[in-house]
């Protein structure tokens, strides 16, 4: 099966690998595109696995994985990543998200910010 993300790989060898082990996600943009696969399979503990404690919505978990539930999730355009590379720690991911929602097509557009701490990258939210 091709992975959730669009990376043109199968799931097993690309976003399953950060679901198993976040430490998978040698970059920042593999791991925003574990979470946008994280949001198709509403992986609500991957999801606050990923998000920097910070910034981490526990509170807002279940309806977090309610909506990625209710969505039908489309695809997932990586628009430009700025550093985010092994090296890095930090960086950022602009994409844009496609999903159904009550009958049409909606958009998320976002420039993410993700930081590296001890090997491990985590989304910090939106780049200022």
Same mark, same amino acid.
């Given at each position: 099966?091709?992975?959730?993300?669009?990376?043109?790989?199968?799931?097993?060898?690309?976003?399953?690998?950060?679901?198993?082990?976040? !430490? $998978?996600?040698? *970059?920042?943009?593999?791991?925003?595109?574990?979470? %946008?696969?994280?949001?198709?399979?509403?992986?609500?503990?991957?999801?606050?696995?990923?998000?920097?404690?910070?910034?981490?919505?526990?509170?807002?978990?279940?309806?977090?994985?309610?909506?990625?539930?209710?969505?039908?999730?489309?695809?997932?355009?990586?628009?430009?990543?700025?550093?985010? !590379? $092994?090296?890095? *720690?930090?960086?950022?991911?602009?994409?844009?998200? %496609?999903?159904?929602?009550?009958?049409?097509?909606?958009?998320?557009y976002e420039k993410s910010a993700f930081v590296k701490e001890n090997n491990t990258?985590?989304?910090?939210?939106?780049?200022?």
């Amino acid at each position: 099966m091709d992975c959730y993300c669009g990376s043109l790989k199968t799931y097993s060898n690309c976003c399953q690998k950060a679901h198993i082990n976040i !430490t $998978e996600a040698k *970059t920042a943009e593999q791991l925003m595109r574990s979470r %946008y696969a994280a949001f198709v399979k509403a992986d609500g503990d991957y999801l606050m696995e990923s998000h920097h404690p910070s910034t981490r919505p526990i509170k807002e978990k279940a309806s977090i994985v309610k909506w990625a539930k209710y969505v039908e999730w489309i695809k997932l355009e990586v628009l430009e990543t700025t550093k985010g !590379t $092994e090296t890095d *720690t930090e960086g950022t991911v602009t994409f844009q998200a %496609y999903f159904y929602e009550k009958g049409k097509v909606e958009i998320i557009y976002e420039k993410s910010a993700f930081v590296k701490e001890n090997n491990t990258w985590f989304y910090l939210g939106l780049s200022k």
